[in-house]
């Protein structure tokens, strides 16, 4: 393993910040949450961590255009959704779907090796509350 990829202290204390929320923090949250256990740490490190993580499959990083990128302390392929109302982005707890890319595969001659969904609508506690107000 490259010196790079090594668990650091740091690196360490940084995934496990991540695997123990499901809330997909921003880099911002990370750094906030580490500075409890380690005050003198930059956010520069937070982000140079985030990466390396990224790299070495432990984490993953969901991007979404021009706004800030949230980490995800689960590495294996999932769904999303976002709420439009709060902002949240909620795991879904669904199989992934093979067929849809057999579909690409079949009408495109494409060869998939993975695919990324995302949900977009109202989450089901903003939905409530709408229906309370209502
Ligand atoms: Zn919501
Ligand atoms: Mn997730």
């Known amino acids: 393993m490259s010196k790079k990829h090594r668990m650091t202290k ?3 204390i940084i995934m496990e910040i991540l695997r123990g929320t499901t809330s997909h923090p921003t880099a911002d949250w990370v ?5 409890k256990q380690i005050p003198d740490i930059s956010l520069g490190t937070v982000y140079r961590n985030l990466n390396n993580l990224k790299e070495m499959g432990e984490i993953m990083e969901l991007c979404y255009g021009s706004s800030f990128s949230r980490y995800d302390g689960n ?7 976002h709420c439009l109302e709060c902002g949240r982005v909620l795991d879904l707890d669904m199989p ?16 998939v090796e993975r695919h990324r969904l995302e949900f977009y609508g109202v989450c089901c506690e ?4 709408k229906q309370k107000q209502e």
Do not use: M, T, W
């Not at 992934?96 to 060869?111: A, F, M, P, T």
């Not at 903003?126 to 509350?129: G, L, P, Q, S």
């Open 10 to 12: 740091q690196k360490r």
């Open 31 to 35: 750094y906030e949450q580490a500075r």
């Open 96 to 111: 992934i779907n093979r067929d849809l890319e057999k579909q690409v595969e079949e009408s495109s001659g494409h060869k």
């Open 126 to 129: 903003c939905n409530k509350k």
């Open 75 to 81: 590495p294996e392929n999932h769904y999303h959704f």
